[in-house]
Antibody, heavy 123, light 110 residues
Framework: QVQLAQSGAEVKKPGSSVKVSCKAS????????ISWVRQAPGQGLEWMGR????????NYAQKFQGRVTITADKSTSTAYMELSSLRSEDTAVYYC????????????????WGQGTLVTVSS | QSVLTQPPSASGPPGQRVTISCSGS????????VNWYQQLPGTAPKLLIY???QRPSGVPDRFSGSKSGTSASLAISGLQSEDEADYYC???????????FGGGTKLTVL
């Protein structure tokens, strides 16, 4: 049973970058997909991208292309999401979640989720 | 503006049955399966229904999902106070090549 534990809250200045980690335990890290989903205060959910550690190739939502980098370290079973050029609208809770795979094809549904990491962007 | 459309709120008394709708298009719901998530206040979302109508282990059978054309519905029967939460629908979008979500429906148990 995979469990995901995320790094702690961050406060960042506009224009800077943030890197959030997501450590997996209880499963085979290489054979799963890790997606990142964010939720702005009082708002809905927004998919940012994913990585399949076995393939090491990330996929990004069009909206975040060029600003987000998702990586995975198989040696520590940890995935990372780095978001650059931060602006106030990036203030949100960032979740990692295991995305179900059929073979190597992501199926677009997520279970389980990490506990979330609040990133606040403020001058 | 979310890609999938949900009503912002729904409500019902304990014991009643309530349904939450989710409307999309041919590039998402029309061509792919629908998933539902429950988010209790202050917690991470939890998978409730996947592949239109499948319940993960541990989800009570009071929760059920269905899909028809470019719309889907989540039904909750025998409403309980602990069902008060936000509910999100989601589906793969072929045009965006990724998962998309509805804006969420806040369920209140009266």
């Amino acid at each position: 049973q995979v469990q995901l534990a995320q790094s702690g809250a961050e406060v960042k200045k506009p224009g800077s970058s943030v890197k959030v980690s997501c450590k997996a335990s209880g499963g085979t890290f290489s054979s799963i997909a890790i997606s990142w989903v964010r939720q702005a205060p009082g708002q809905g959910l927004e998919w940012m991208g994913r990585i399949i550690p076995l393939l090491r190739i990330p996929n990004y939502a069009q909206k975040f292309q060029g600003r987000v980098t998702i990586t995975a370290d198989k040696s520590t079973s940890t995935a990372y999401m780095e978001l650059s050029s931060l602006r106030s609208e990036d203030t949100a809770v960032y979740y990692c979640a295991r995305e179900h795979l059929m073979g190597a094809t992501p199926m677009g549904w997520f279970d389980p989720w990490g506990q979330g990491t609040l990133v606040t962007v403020s001058s | 503006q979310s890609v999938l459309t949900q009503p912002p709120s729904a409500s019902g008394p304990p014991g009643q049955r309530v349904t939450i709708s989710c409307s999309g298009s041919s590039s998402n719901i029309g061509d792919n399966t629908v998933n539902w998530y429950q988010q209790l206040p202050g917690t991470a979302p939890k998978l409730l229904i996947y592949s239109n109508n499948q319940r993960p282990s541990g989800v009570p059978d009071r929760f059920s999902g269905s899909k028809s054309g470019t719309s889907a519905s989540l039904a909750i029967s025998g409403l309980q106070s602990e069902d008060e939460a936000d509910y999100y629908c989601a589906a793969w979008d072929d045009s965006l090549n990724g998962p998309v979500f509805g804006g969420g429906t806040k369920l209140t148990v009266l």
